[in-house]
């Protein structure tokens, strides 16, 4: 093995020569001045202003405001929130003017700008700044808060614009670079490695975001993100973090899904997306046990929206997806964002699994609603009963707690959970057993039946409904 000498040269050397087997050398390393001189200049800052209106507040009850001297700095923050004591010297509603900024980048030469609409909701005002430090007021085309896209448009023209590309190609471990003004330092650049793709994060289901360790802050939202050819792949949306701060993981809107939203709100006003109807969940290895699926995949089907597009389609709850259009479903965050661009009056193909069996449907893909929340009603109360074979104690739901819940015929109160395999499958008090083995649970005794007619030792599929929403969990019996 070749030594080198413990002098900077020497370290130099032996760290190049460790980096050679994964090929990475100094010529290797990204160099971005370029790529800034180029694209720098159509990145703008954002600067909103929104008129608050403050009324003067009343010191809590038995407290009196501190007598303070008039050069003391908080004389004039206790007169300016809780007046004299009488109240007569009350100042009169203010309106506090407040500023938030952001980035964009100009999409077009004519004025188009591209920002996340959570940069410009609720603006009175919208300044944007180029780097030559001009500055334009402007007006918003339209936005859209699922995706955080908003598209807004200054007056002038000759603007330098950004090169557009396509998330499609980006490959996991490529050199990504991000413009925008973190904390207001105007156009700062920041280079990091694409993490992950297809992310999908609990605020929104239809984006397949584009995870990376580009260092990203209050400020970096709706700049750009570029490859190292200079074309925009993502706009900076939002990051992860403990303490506000950031820590490494950035998330991205693909440019593909943001230029889709932008042409919508510049033609429209508005955003249409695809829907399906259905809550879905992720097939786990025990679920795909359940299912005899060589291996986990797919989006398991928990519950079909009543008269939507897939139950008038026939798709069932215990269905899974394992392909849309062609295209495989390996995670069920996979599907919503296919979903969500397919256009909407036209079918699309689908392979789905049915009790064992692969089968191709045809389904009708309609306009997702502006609010999609499934939500369901009543309380069923607990009654006494004998644990079953899976150590649950339920009880039979009358007419109108199955009309409250919206589980038609079938469902089932878990009204206790004892130690066994219910418990270890997760399930819990309150839950509402809907099915068991692709079989609906009707009452107390059709599920001592079910279960009755499953062999020791084989794991099923329960689907249960808890709070606004439906999941299958496995349960496995007890080896008798």
Do not use: C
């Given at each position: 093995?070749?030594?080198?000498?413990?002098?900077?040269?020497?370290?130099l050397?032996?760290l190049?020569?460790?980096?050679?087997?994964?090929?990475?050398?100094?010529?290797?390393?990204?160099?971005?001045?370029?790529?800034?001189?180029?694209?720098?200049?159509?990145?703008?800052?954002?600067?909103?202003?929104?008129?608050?209106t403050?009324?003067?507040?009343t010191?809590?009850?038995?407290?009196?405001?501190?007598?303070?001297?008039?050069d003391?700095?908080?004389?004039?923050?206790?007169r300016r929130?809780?007046?004299?004591?009488?109240?007569e010297?009350m100042?009169?509603?203010?309106?506090?003017?407040?500023?938030?900024?952001?980035?964009?980048?100009?999409?077009?030469?004519?004025?188009?700008?591209?920002t996340n609409?959570?940069?410009?909701?609720?603006?009175?005002?919208?300044?944007?700044?180029?780097?030559?430090?001009?500055?334009?007021?402007?007006?918003?085309?339209?936005?859209?808060k699922?995706?955080?896209?908003?598209?807004?448009?200054?007056?002038?023209?000759?603007?330098?614009?950004v090169?557009?590309?396509?998330?499609?190609?980006?490959?996991?471990?490529?050199?990504?670079?991000?413009?925008?003004?973190?904390?207001?330092?105007?156009h700062?650049?920041t280079?990091?490695?694409?993490?992950a793709?297809?992310?999908?994060?609990?605020?929104?289901?239809?984006?397949?975001?584009?995870?990376?360790?580009?260092?990203?802050?209050?400020?970096?939202s709706?700049?750009?993100?570029f490859?190292?050819?200079?074309?925009?792949?993502g706009?900076?949306?939002?990051?992860?973090?403990r303490?506000?701060?950031?820590?490494?993981?950035?998330?991205?809107?693909?440019?593909?899904?943001?230029?889709d939203v932008?042409?919508?709100?510049?033609?429209?006003?508005?955003?249409?997306?695809?829907?399906?109807?259905?809550?879905?969940?992720?097939?786990?290895?025990?679920?795909?046990?359940?299912?005899?699926?060589?291996?986990?995949?797919?989006?398991?089907?928990?519950q079909?929206?009543?008269?939507?597009?897939?139950a008038?389609?026939?798709?069932?709850?215990?269905?899974?997806?394992?392909?849309?259009n062609?295209?495989?479903?390996?995670e069920?965050?996979?599907?919503?964002?296919?979903?969500?661009?397919?256009?909407v009056g036209?079918?699309?193909?689908?392979?789905?699994?049915?009790?064992?069996?692969t089968?191709?449907?045809e389904?009708?893909?309609?306009?997702?609603?502006?609010?999609?929340?499934?939500?369901?009603?009543?309380d069923?109360?607990?009654?006494?009963?004998?644990?079953?074979?899976?150590?649950?104690?339920?009880?039979?739901?009358?007419?109108?707690?199955?009309?409250?819940?919206?589980v038609?015929?079938?469902?089932?109160?878990?009204?206790?959970?004892?130690?066994?395999?219910a418990?270890?499958a997760?399930?819990?008090?309150?839950?509402?057993?809907?099915?068991?083995?692709?079989?609906?649970?009707?009452?107390?005794?059709?599920?001592?039946?079910?279960?009755?007619?499953?062999e020791p030792?084989?794991?099923?599929?329960?689907?249960?409904?808890?709070?606004?929403?439906?999941?299958?969990?496995?349960v496995?019996?007890?080896?008798?």
């Amino acid at each position: 093995m070749k030594r080198y000498p413990l002098t900077p040269a020497g370290l130099l050397l032996g760290l190049l020569a460790l980096l050679a087997p994964f090929g990475l050398s100094a010529g290797a390393l990204p160099e971005f001045t370029a790529l800034v001189e180029k694209a720098g200049p159509a990145v703008v800052n954002i600067s909103t202003r929104q008129s608050q209106t403050q009324s003067p507040a009343t010191p809590p009850h038995g407290q009196m405001i501190p007598d303070l001297p008039e050069d003391s700095p908080l004389h004039d923050f206790f007169r300016r929130f809780f007046g004299e004591q009488g109240g007569e010297d009350m100042l009169p509603d203010d309106d506090i003017q407040s500023k938030s900024l952001g980035s964009g980048f100009i999409i077009s030469n004519d004025g188009y700008v591209m920002t996340n609409a959570h940069v410009v909701d609720g603006a009175d005002e919208i300044i944007v700044r180029t780097n030559d430090r001009r500055e334009f007021v402007a007006t918003i085309i339209g936005a859209d808060k699922r995706s955080d896209i908003a598209l807004i448009k200054v007056e002038a023209n000759a603007l330098p614009t950004v090169k557009i590309g396509s998330a499609k190609d980006l490959k996991v471990g490529e050199w990504v670079l991000a413009i925008g003004s973190p904390f207001g330092f105007d156009h700062s650049a920041t280079a990091g490695i694409v993490s992950a793709k297809g992310r999908s994060l609990p605020t929104e289901n239809y984006v397949p975001f584009i995870q990376t360790d580009v260092a990203i802050n209050p400020g970096n939202s709706g700049g750009p993100l570029f490859n190292l050819d200079g074309e925009v792949v993502g706009v900076n949306s939002q990051i992860y973090s403990r303490t506000g701060g950031f820590m490494g993981l950035s998330f991205a809107i693909p440019i593909d899904v943001a230029m889709d939203v932008a042409d919508q709100l510049k033609r429209t006003g508005r955003v249409t997306r695809g829907w399906l109807g259905v809550l879905i969940q992720d097939v786990t290895r025990d679920l795909a046990e359940t299912f005899r699926m060589p291996q986990p995949m797919g989006a398991l089907v928990a519950q079909v929206v009543p008269n939507g597009p897939a139950a008038t389609s026939g798709l069932q709850p215990g269905d899974v997806i394992l392909d849309f259009n062609g295209t495989p479903i390996h995670e069920s965050s996979a599907l919503p964002p296919m979903v969500g661009v397919h256009p909407v009056g036209q079918p699309a193909k689908v392979t789905i699994l049915r009790r064992g069996e692969t089968r191709v449907m045809e389904l009708m893909i309609g306009e997702l609603p502006e609010d999609t929340e499934v939500t369901d009603k009543g309380d069923a109360q607990e009654r006494p009963n004998k644990p079953n074979r899976i150590g649950l104690i339920v009880e039979d739901l009358s007419d109108e707690d199955r009309d409250q819940l919206g589980v038609g015929k079938s469902g089932v109160f878990v009204a206790k959970v004892e130690k066994g395999p219910a418990e270890r499958a997760g399930i819990r008090v309150g839950d509402i057993l809907l099915m068991v083995d692709n079989k609906e649970v009707e009452s107390v005794s059709k599920l001592r039946e079910l279960l009755d007619t499953i062999e020791p030792g084989r794991s099923v599929a329960a689907l249960i409904q808890r709070n606004e929403g439906r999941i299958f969990v496995a349960v496995r019996l007890p080896k008798d």
